[in-house]
């Protein structure tokens, strides 16, 4: 079992002794930077002005700079931009600022597991990750709780790199609840695998493939809609609250045998080895290279895949289906 740590293994006064750049002032930039400050440390935002999220940090009461200037008055520098664009934030406007002593931090390990990023040997390379979004990562602190997060050190120039990635689990929250230790690797490979193959990949083609089952049928596609997408989340609900025993144990004795007896027929040993095949290819590289080079083309695949998707009949029927729920707009 992983060993787990919580606020007695962890000092608060390092990261507060250090200046610390936000990169991206996005959902998770947001929730870590607010919490930070909370916390009693120093925080530079980074953030485009003209954009959204360069107004939302000026309403938050911070003063956005360029990421050049961020970096340069920083001794700890968190990327928080999307993934495909953090390599050219960093050869642009971080690398230049790096010197001897500085830290960088991640909360996903993409770009440093696939080398798009190769700090100098000088500086500390660390990952706190939360294992939640931004805008819960902020409401949890709040409530005097937290988001359990991932710690990762890819180089410990210092000598305290893990001490470092610790504290600053604390100071957003994340030491309250727990932190695990993991490597970039592990993290960056399953988190891939997991959106690919369970939660993106998986749940949006099984449910795309049930509707499409009950519409040939001669179904209702407002029937369809209600039995294969609606009704998931109740179910997502019960197996995050209780786990998979949990779940069987709190629906019907009909829905858990059906369960029990049919699922395996769904997702099949022939799935299984796709599982695996689409996990090497994560762990090779292929798929990195591949994302890499759908972006600097323009993501020409990515915009018609997407744009297809959106015209499926279940997207038609689930707008007209909530707009009959309106409690789930102000959710």
Not at 68 to 77: D, F, G, H, T
Not at 313 to 328: A, Q, T
Request: charged residues 30%; proline residues 3%; contains cysteine.
């Amino acid at each position: 079992m992983a060993k787990v740590y919580y606020d007695k293994d962890a000092d608060l006064e390092l990261i507060k002794s250090k200046t610390i750049a936000i990169i991206g002032y996005g959902i998770q930039g947001r929730g870590q930077a607010l919490c930070l400050r909370d916390s009693g440390c120093k925080v530079v935002v980074a953030e485009l002005e003209g954009t959204s999220n360069y107004e939302q940090a000026k309403a938050d009461g911070f003063d956005p700079v360029s990421a050049e200037e961020a970096a340069k008055k920083s001794q700890v520098i968190q990327i928080l931009t999307q993934d495909h664009v953090q390599a050219k934030v960093y050869k642009e406007s971080i690398k230049p600022k790096l010197r001897k002593g500085k830290a960088l931090c991640f909360s996903h390990g993409f770009n440093i597991r696939f080398k798009q990023i190769k700090p100098s040997k000088t500086v500390d390379v660390f990952m706190v990750a939360p294992k939640g979004p931004g805008a819960l990562v902020r409401r949890m602190y709040e409530e005097g709780k937290g988001v359990p997060c991932l710690i990762a050190v890819h180089q410990d120039a210092s000598g305290a790199a893990k001490q470092l990635a610790l504290s600053y689990a604390k100071a957003i929250g994340g030491t309250r609840m727990g932190v695990i230790e993991t490597t970039f690797s592990e993290e960056t490979e399953t988190d891939l695998f997991g959106e690919q193959t369970v939660l993106c990949g998986g749940v949006t083609e099984l449910i795309k493939a049930g509707f499409d089952t009950l519409i040939e049928a001669g179904y209702q596609p407002e029937i369809a809609y209600f039995e294969v997408l609606h009704e998931l989340k109740l179910i997502t609900d019960l197996i995050q609250e209780v786990g998979i025993s949990g779940m069987r144990r709190r629906v019907s004795n009909t829905a858990c045998y059906g369960d029990l007896t049919r699922g395996p027929r769904i997702i099949t040993d022939k799935t299984r080895k796709t599982m695996k095949k689409i996990l090497k290819e994560i762990q090779s590289g292929k798929f990195a290279k591949e994302w890499i080079k759908e972006n600097e083309e323009g993501r020409p695949n990515f915009n018609k895949l997407l744009k297809d998707s959106d015209n499926h009949p279940i997207e038609e029927v689930g707008k007209k289906l909530r707009e009959m729920m309106p409690w789930m707009k102000e959710k």
